[in-house]
């Protein structure tokens, strides 16, 4: 088993176990070794959105399907599992966001004139 295996195969254990911090950890280093195999990225990805952190899962999926090559059915399922978990970070940073009503007005105050 290469190294990139073997991190993989700890962060799939810890993911296993709700141990969702030293899973991304574990992903993280399997990236180092192979930094061209999307399933690191991937792996990684689904960790950070069990921890809402949906910032850095994005990132994680758009770094993954940049080096998703759909020649075989193994890349096209983990093309597949990458854009999957990119709209769930989408949709959950939709929802972190706050409605901002905007006025419109006719004439502008006297002490905003300046700004």
């Given amino acids: 088993m290469n190294k990139f295996e073997e991190f993989k195969a700890k962060g799939n254990n810890c993911f296993k176990q709700g141990q969702y ?14 930094p061209t195999n ?17 910032d850095s899962a994005s ?5 993954g ?3 998703v090559n759909d020649t075989n059915d193994a890349n096209k399922k983990i093309a597949e599992k990458l854009k999957w978990r990119l709209d769930v970070c989408t949709e959950n940073m ?7 009503e905007i006025f419109e007005v ?3 105050p006297e002490q905003y004139r300046d700004l």
């Avoid at 792996?43 to 069990?50: D, G, V, W």
């Avoid at 990132?59 to 770094?63: F, G, T």
Wanted: charged share 30%.
């Fill in 94 to 100: 939709k929802d972190g966001l706050i409605p901002v």
């Fill in 106 to 108: 006719d004439k502008l």
């Fill in 38 to 54: 999307p399933v690191g990225y991937s792996n990684c990805a689904m960790a950070l959105i069990k921890l809402d952190n949906f």
């Fill in 21 to 34: 911090n030293e899973a991304v950890e574990c992903y993280k280093e399997a990236i180092k070794q192979d």
């Fill in 65 to 67: 399907l940049f080096y």
């Fill in 59 to 63: 990132q994680m999926c758009k770094r």
